[in-house]
């Protein structure tokens, strides 16, 4: 007897939720479906009436679902699904692992404003897993744009060596500027032969005044010396600079180098530097450096006696 009375309940519910779908009243029939417990009949009634529900009451209805059963019923009832709903359900309904599957499987539709807001929930140390499954939606200025924004500072090193090949340079150097320091430095190993003077520049205006000395001797070798001098003058510590000096003087000329030794250093680092670099600079520098300097130290002035224009020495000399 029992199981006749189920059989004949069911037939009228059906006979009932038929009519509701026939109406254009859907709120009953969400109702309905929301009321249930089973969740059998929950997943045979969406089947059924999908097609009459809207976007958000699908997805509030799968939000009813087991974890395990949600992302597989997003891709049944997806074309019913708007763009905003199903984002909306990802970042709300999902954890972190369910989050990069759906990635993988909706990637197509969703929007790059929609994938930006999905990876802002995921957590930190699966970001990079994520890009893994959507990095073919990205051309090189978008896959930079998600590495600055979401991936980690400390993993950036390891997403732009992991992307290379789809990253063009100034997606790359966006990306460098955008690094630890010290990663900073390694990177700029690597790349330093096919970045141009002007990307490097870009990056070392990002390097922090202490780390200058370890970036420049890498790089010193691919810029101006110009530049080198306006970097020793203007960017690196007091402390460091006289040693990026003589370590970079082989690349730059008698001009820059008394540049830096009259605008950067001292009065005893002067006079350590003119000791030093007295070979690469010429005689107009020297005497400038000691007229204007160092005119009362007369054990300088005769040890640059031959580096120097005859009358100057004579000059310093009776001046002294």
């Known amino acids: 007897m029992f199981s006749l009375f189920e059989k004949i309940k069911n037939f009228f519910k059906s006979k009932h939720m038929n009519r509701i779908a026939e109406s254009s009243d859907t709120s009953k029939l969400f109702w309905l479906i929301k009321k249930e417990k089973d969740i059998g009949k929950i997943q045979s009634m969406l089947s059924n009436y999908a097609t009459v529900l809207s976007s958000d009451e699908i997805t509030e209805i799968i939000s009813y679902m087991p974890l395990k059963d949600r992302l597989y019923l997003l891709s049944l009832y997806k074309r019913y699904i708007t763009p905003y709903d199903l984002s909306e359900f990802i970042i709300r309904k999902l954890d972190t692992d369910w989050k990069i599957k759906a990635l993988k499987e909706f990637k197509d539709i969703l929007d790059l404003f929609d994938i930006y807001k999905i ?119 007091e402390k460091d600079r006289l040693n990026l000096l003589l370590e970079c003087s082989e690349y730059m000329d008698s001009a820059t180098i008394s540049d830096v030794i009259k605008n950067a250093l001292n009065n005893e680092n002067k006079k350590i530097a003119l000791s030093c670099l007295k070979d690469k600079l010429d005689e107009k520098n020297i005497g400038e450096i000691i007229q204007y300097y160092l005119k009362d130290d007369e054990e300088l002035i005769d040890l640059l006696k031959d580096n120097m224009y005859e009358e100057d020495y004579k000059y310093l000399k009776r001046i002294g």
């Not at 802002?120 to 699966?126: G, L, Q, R, T």
């Not at 959507?134 to 979401?150: E, W």
């Not at 010290?182 to 790349?191: C, F, G, H, Q, S």
């Not at 810029?223 to 690196?236: F, G, R």
């Open 119 to 237: 990876f802002e929930n995921i957590s930190p140390d699966k970001r990079i897993e994520a890009l893994d499954t959507i990095v073919d939606r990205l051309d090189s200025s978008n896959l930079a744009d998600m590495i600055k924004k979401y991936v980690p500072y400390s993993e950036r090193k390891e997403a732009l060596l992991r992307y290379s090949d789809l990253l063009d340079m100034l997606s790359k150097v966006a990306i460098i500027k955008k690094m630890p320091s010290n990663d900073i430095a390694e990177i700029l190993e690597k790349y330093k032969d096919v970045l141009s003077s002007n990307n490097i520049l870009e990056i070392i205006d990002k390097v922090p005044a202490s780390k200058i000395e370890k970036v420049i001797n890498i790089i010193k070798d691919k810029i101006s010396p110009s530049n080198l001098s306006e970097i020793i003058i203007y960017k690196a510590l």
